[in-house]
C-alpha cells in the first residue's frame, strides 16, 4: 500500500540498544488509526506481503484490503487483542511489520492451535517485503517473548509451515519444533493446511510443525 501522506514519527519507547534501527510498540487503538490509518495500512501491507499469496480452501485469497479497514474493525470488535500485538517502526516513523499473539485462555485467530495455561502463542509474524533482513523479526519475537514473561508465562509457540525461510529465523531464536504424534503431523495438520491457504511452498513442503521456547 502506496500512501501519499508524508508519515509522521510514532511516538514510540526506544529500545535498549542504541544501535538498532528498529523499535517495538504496543499496538493501540489511537496508533492503529492516527495519519490517516497509516499504521493499519501497513500492518495489512505487510500480511499480504505474507499471507496475500496463499489462498483458503485452494481458490479464496487471504489477501485483505489495502486500506486496513479490515484490520481497523477487527480491534475494533476484539479491542482485548490489541496489547497482544506489537508493530516494528523504523526510524522514519514508518511500520514495518508486527506480532500478533493470544495468551491462554485466550484463543489464537486462526485456530490452527489451541492455547495452554501458561502457554504464549504467536498467531502471526509479518514484515513488509522491502523491510526483511533489518532485524524488524527479529525485534518482534523478542517484543513477544518479554510480554509473555511479563505474564509469567511458562511458554512461548507458534506455528510454522513447512518451507517457510522464517523457520531459520525461529530456530535462531531458540525455538524448537515440537515432537507430534504422527497421524496429526502427517495428517491432520498437512489436510487443514492445505485447505486454509494451499500449499504456498510446494507439494514437497506438507503441513506445518509446532515450534517451542521454554520461558523457564
Known sequence: MHSSVAPKTLAITRDEDAHSTVTVQALTMELL???????A????????????????????????????????KFMEKQPERLPCWGVAVGDDGRPLGYVAMSFHPMQPMDGLHKTKP??????????NSDARGKGAGSKLL?????????RNCT??????LNGNPAKRLYDRF?????????????????????????????????????????LV
Open 118 to 127: 501458561g502457554e504464549a502463542y504467536i498467531d502471526q509474524v509479518m514484515v
Open 174 to 214: 531458540g525455538l524448537e519444533v515440537k515432537p507430534t504424534d504422527p497421524c496429526t503431523r502427517f495428517c491432520v495438520s498437512p489436510l487443514f493446511i492445505c485447505c486454509f491457504a494451499s500449499l504456498p511452498y510446494g507439494c514437497s513442503h506438507w503441513g506445518s510443525v509446532l515450534m517451542t521456547k521454554s
Open 41 to 72: 495500512a501497513e500492518i495489512t501491507r505487510a500480511y499480504n506481503d505474507g499471507a496475500g499469496s496463499k489462498n483458503c480452501c485452494l481458490c479464496v485469497p487471504l489477501a485483505e484490503h489495502p486500506s486496513g479497514r479490515g484490520v481497523i
Open 33 to 39: 488509526t492516527a495519519d490517516d490509518s497509516l499504521v
Open 142 to 150: 523478542e517484543w513477544a517473548e518479554a510480554r509473555a514473561r511479563e
Open 155 to 160: 511458554v512461548l509457540a507458534l506455528e510454522v
